[in-house]
């Protein structure tokens, strides 16, 4: 018995040290926000989490209340839900809190890229050039083209065509997101309708095959993938990584200069083409990830409400008239400008409506040194290094009754002051006016730099749609399709099921 009571000691200090570094001992500090361990080891409130990430922060506050810690997978992460003190967050110096820690972690496991250190600041810039502002009008125009291209040659015999319309959406607005910055094909010979064929073709594989990584994303996200995924995932990235390389980028005309530029800056920066091709794959799925599921929601909303679908409709057939321009057999196609999309409040309403049901990110920060949280109301709350802090915008801000009313109901008009010209800004809680009252793009120094670009995106595909088409659902007595809970926290969330309809181009 003596021979084994060292090894006996030396495996109960490793297993305390174990189940120390796995946070089965921490406690409570004076001062701290209430800390929900869960019961498992290390893991603690991670199925859960991960399961469903709404009704799991929903049951923790009842609970705790709109401040808490709960351990997932090993970290320590603090939830605020109480949307008057957003700011403290947002607003506080990355000297304290960070996202980029934690974003870094994100690239590398999903996209193989390993960030640079000043990536994100350069990406601002690049983006403020190109992406706001009178920038976005070449991208504006190179958008119009090319979802001309795949929405009206591809209809033009006026037939009704079948789809699904998750399907659909995504695949038109991706495919004109990705020419439109990535480039056009070359045309051969110098056929130029030769050349919008292979764009329709090309941009249909390439989409079909991100189709394939995107419904993988989660598992890759949170490192849980079983491993004939993880094989076909690394497949995939590979095949992106050729499609978007540098040498391919030479090849393609009309490249964008927010694609472009980050290229050169990239290269005097001596950083290998193998890395920016994989960084390519970033801006990628960071562009036109969540934009076609948004195209999707807005076209189901609008065409399960007829008086959404009507006050859209005048709206853009009264600029299209202002504008001088027609639509119909022989007519030129339809431009739209930068500023005819910045002249549609309705429209804006729409689109910030069903951001609002289906945008769901988290939005966290590393805590890089032991602070002090102070809420709106003086309550003060402390934050331990190398903890993270975290909101749900959607699940506190976005589905709040109290600060929209019938929030599961999607009202076109939410956003628009009584008279329906101007912007709505005015929400409260608690009757207290809100800076936060609804978060799809994020906050602060993480807010989506291509917002502007996405919403013109956006607004530009349903012209189109109103402008050219007739469309229906199908069944619409089905009502709207339930989200896809795996997908809570990265963005804009997409339906478990499809919903079919059908359209024509009116000719």
């Known amino acids: 018995m003596a021979v084994f009571l060292p090894v006996l000691l030396s495996l109960g200090a490793l297993l305390v040290t174990l189940l120390y570094l796995a946070g089965a001992f921490r406690r409570q500090r004076p001062g701290e926000p209430p800390l929900d361990r869960g019961w498992l080891p290390w893991l603690g409130h991670v199925i859960a989490f991960r399961r ?46 960070d996202f980029e820690k934690f974003a870094v972690e994100l690239v590398a496991r999903v996209f193989g890229y390993h960030a640079q250190e000043d990536d994100h600041q350069r990406l601002e810039a690049v983006s403020h050039k190109y992406l706001m502002g ?32 998750f399907h659909f959406c995504y695949s038109v607005v991706f495919r004109a997101g990705y020419l439109s910055l990535f480039g056009n094909e070359p045309a051969p010979g110098g056929d130029q309708s030769a050349g919008r064929r292979l764009d329709r073709q090309r941009s249909a594989g390439l989409f079909a ?32 990584w050729e499609a978007l390389s540098v040498g391919r980028m030479r090849e393609r005309e009309n490249v964008s200069g927010w694609v472009s530029e980050r290229q050169q800056q990239m290269e005097e920066q001596g950083l290998e083409a193998a890395m920016r091709d994989r960084y390519m794959f970033l801006l990628l799925w960071a562009s036109q990830g969540n934009t076609g599921p948004s195209a999707f929601w807005l076209l189901l909303h609008l065409a399960r409400c007829p008086d959404a679908l009507r006050a859209v409709k005048a709206e853009a057939d009264g600029l299209l008239r202002e504008s001088g321009q027609e639509v119909g057999p022989g007519k030129p196609p339809v431009r739209l400008t930068r500023r005819m999309l910045q002249q549609c409040p309705v429209l804006d309403s729409a689109v910030e409506e069903s951001l609002r049901l289906a945008a769901a990110p988290v ?13 709106h109301d003086e309550r003060e709350y402390r934050l331990r290094r190398g903890d993270r802090v975290a909101l749900f915008p959607y699940l506190s801000v976005q589905m709040d009754p109290e600060i929209h009313p019938e929030p599961s109901e999607f009202r076109y ?15 409260s809680k608690g009757g207290r006016r809100l800076k936060y009252y609804t978060m799809p793009w994020g906050a602060g120094v993480s807010m989506c730099p291509g917002r502007f670009f996405a919403v013109n995106e956006l607004k530009q595909f349903i012209f189109l749609m109103l402008a050219y088409f007739d469309f229906e659902l199908l069944q619409p ?12 926290g990265f963005g804009t969330m997409q339906p478990t099921h499809e919903v079919r309809f059908r359209y024509r181009m009116r000719i």
């Open 477 to 488: 007595e089905l009502g709207v399709p339930p989200i896809d809970r795996s997908r809570w």
């Open 363 to 375: 939005l966290i920060r590393a805590v890089l040194q032991d602070m002090t949280l102070r809420l």
């Open 134 to 165: 009178d920038g976005l009008e070449e991208l504006t125009e190179a958008m119009m083209l090319n979802l001309q291209n795949l929405m009206l040659e591809e209809a033009a015999d006026g037939e009704w065509r079948e789809d699904g319309l």
């Open 52 to 97: 469903d990430t709404a009704e799991f922060l929903r049951r923790m506050r009842g609970q705790h209340g709109d401040v808490f810690t709960v351990q997932l997978a090993g970290d320590y992460v603090t939830f605020l839900m109480e949307p008057h003190s957003y700011g403290a967050v947002v607003k506080e110096s990355r000297a304290k809190l």
């Open 413 to 427: 008009d939410r956003f628009l002051q009584p008279g329906g010209r101007l912007r709505k800004t005015d929400f």
């Open 209 to 240: 095959e991100f189709r394939r990584y995107d419904r993988l994303f989660p598992r890759l996200a949170y490192a849980v993938l079983p491993p004939a995924q993880k094989l076909e995932a690394e497949r995939l990235k590979r095949r992106f």
